[in-house]
């Protein structure tokens, strides 16, 4: 994935956080090469590294076991935990180059053991749980300690009318999590990763005792609309018996102007294929627009508020080759406004 963004901040803006370092840049946001397979009809494994920064960074490293009866499957490794639709779903398949807010309220990915079963109600729904310690880049948790997180979703379809290709998606998330040194932070990008700026932030809130969040999630398809929303919220419970809450939602809408339907599966979307590849036809054009905002305020943390409103368009040359325009308008309240223009140029084999 390459990326490309340009910056504009309102003189309230400046005032507020002063001049912007970056007003245009470039980098290669991921280039990440993975194996995975198959021994012995039952065990799998995938192991996936990220080139992107100059760093090698492992994502995805773990092995399983699959079609446990009544369990379904058991991952052992470096995974992704269960909580929030765009987490589960592969940035190579999401609407906007940047997932909304919801991402930056914890760690996507942790060592740990996580159970899967994607076969619940004749293969419509997905309950997945885990137990994890926190890990660093190089996907270790040497330093755990006593920290620790236990997280679990349970999503699916409802009301489905396949003759329509209709469907609702309804999902529930939740996690528990005790940090090794007892601190939590959120900070936030304005949905843009180039960004130099994180204009929303807790700061870090020192004697935590353990955290809650909470996520609830939906999707309506009709055909080649899809209508999505998240909620997400924290709940940071301090050994000063201090009880912080912040929030964060979206709701976004695409709709394929050349007929594509989105792909579905294990209760998260996945992969598109246009109706004709570009070079036999145009390809597949999308265009969405979504509106999020995250609040940061709470007792005696002024961490800020902002709301984003992002148009976006989308040009699937094929099944693994696309090309992204977005426009992210930001509004942090009471400091100013920012108006973002990126791109995205990505293949995924």
């Given at each position: 994935?390459?990326?490309?963004?340009f910056?504009?901040q309102n003189?309230?803006?400046?005032?507020?956080?002063?001049?912007?370092?970056?007003?245009?840049?470039?980098?290669l946001r991921?280039?990440?090469l993975y194996?995975?397979?198959?021994?012995?009809s039952?065990i799998?494994y995938?192991l996936q590294?990220?080139?992107?920064?100059?760093?090698?960074?492992?994502?995805?490293?773990?092995?399983?076991?699959?079609?446990?009866?009544?369990?379904g499957?058991?991952?052992?490794?470096?995974?992704k935990?269960?909580?929030?639709?765009?987490?589960?779903?592969?940035?190579?398949?999401?609407?906007?180059m940047?997932?909304?807010?919801?991402?930056?309220?914890?760690?996507?990915?942790n060592?740990?053991?996580?159970?899967?079963?994607?076969?619940?109600?004749k293969?419509?729904?997905?309950?997945?749980?885990g137990?994890?310690?926190?890990a660093?880049?190089t996907?270790?948790?040497t330093?755990?300690?006593?920290g620790?997180s236990?997280?679990?979703?349970f999503?699916?379809?409802?009301?489905?009318?396949?003759?329509?290709?209709?469907?609702?998606?309804?999902?529930?998330?939740?996690?528990?999590r005790?940090?090794a040194l007892?601190e939590?932070?959120i900070a936030?990008?304005?949905?843009?990763?180039?960004?130099s700026?994180?204009?929303v932030?807790?700061g870090?809130?020192?004697?935590?005792?353990?955290?809650?969040?909470?996520?609830?999630?939906?999707?309506?398809?009709?055909g080649?609309i899809?209508?999505?929303?998240?909620y997400l919220?924290?709940?940071?419970?301090?050994?000063?018996?201090?009880r912080?809450k912040?929030?964060?939602?979206?709701?976004?809408?695409?709709y394929?102007?050349?007929?594509?339907?989105?792909?579905?599966?294990?209760s998260?979307?996945?992969k598109l294929?246009?109706?004709?590849?570009?070079g036999?036809?145009?390809?597949?054009?999308?265009?969405?627009?979504?509106?999020?905002?995250?609040n940061?305020?709470?007792?005696?943390?002024?961490?800020?508020?902002q709301?984003n409103m992002t148009?976006?368009?989308?040009?699937?040359?094929?099944?693994?080759t696309?090309?992204?325009?977005?426009?992210?308008?930001?509004?942090?309240?009471?400091?100013?406004?920012?108006?973002?223009?990126?791109?995205?140029?990505?293949?995924?084999?």
């Amino acid at each position: 994935m390459i990326d490309h963004a340009f910056f504009n901040q309102n003189e309230s803006l400046k005032t507020s956080f002063g001049q912007l370092t970056t007003k245009s840049g470039t980098e290669l946001r991921r280039a990440r090469l993975y194996t995975s397979g198959v021994m012995y009809s039952n065990i799998f494994y995938k192991l996936q590294l990220d080139f992107s920064g100059g760093d090698v960074v492992l994502k995805d490293a773990f092995f399983g076991v699959k079609n446990i009866p009544i369990v379904g499957n058991v991952l052992i490794g470096h995974v992704k935990e269960p909580i929030r639709l765009e987490g589960q779903m592969s940035s190579k398949h999401i609407t906007f180059m940047e997932r909304a807010f919801a991402i930056d309220f914890m760690q996507e990915r942790n060592n740990g053991l996580l159970i899967s079963n994607s076969t619940l109600f004749k293969n419509k729904a997905t309950l997945e749980m885990g137990v994890f310690r926190a890990a660093d880049k190089t996907a270790n948790s040497t330093e755990a300690n006593d920290g620790y997180s236990i997280t679990g979703r349970f999503a699916g379809k409802l009301l489905e009318d396949k003759n329509k290709n209709q469907f609702l998606h309804l999902g529930l998330g939740y996690s528990n999590r005790k940090t090794a040194l007892k601190e939590y932070k959120i900070a936030a990008r304005p949905e843009a990763h180039l960004s130099s700026k994180k204009y929303v932030s807790t700061g870090l809130i020192t004697t935590v005792n353990h955290v809650d969040i909470f996520n609830l999630e939906a999707a309506f398809i009709s055909g080649p609309i899809t209508f999505q929303t998240e909620y997400l919220t924290s709940r940071v419970f301090t050994k000063n018996l201090d009880r912080y809450k912040f929030n964060t939602y979206y709701g976004q809408v695409g709709y394929f102007i050349t007929g594509e339907n989105r792909s579905y599966k294990r209760s998260r979307f996945s992969k598109l294929t246009p109706n004709n590849n570009f070079g036999k036809g145009s390809g597949a054009w999308e265009i969405a627009l979504r509106y999020s905002t995250i609040n940061l305020n709470s007792l005696d943390i002024q961490g800020g508020e902002q709301t984003n409103m992002t148009l976006g368009v989308n040009w699937y040359l094929n099944p693994s080759t696309r090309i992204m325009l977005n426009n992210v308008w930001s509004t942090i309240k009471d400091q100013g406004k920012l108006n973002t223009i990126q791109m995205r140029f990505q293949i995924a084999f």
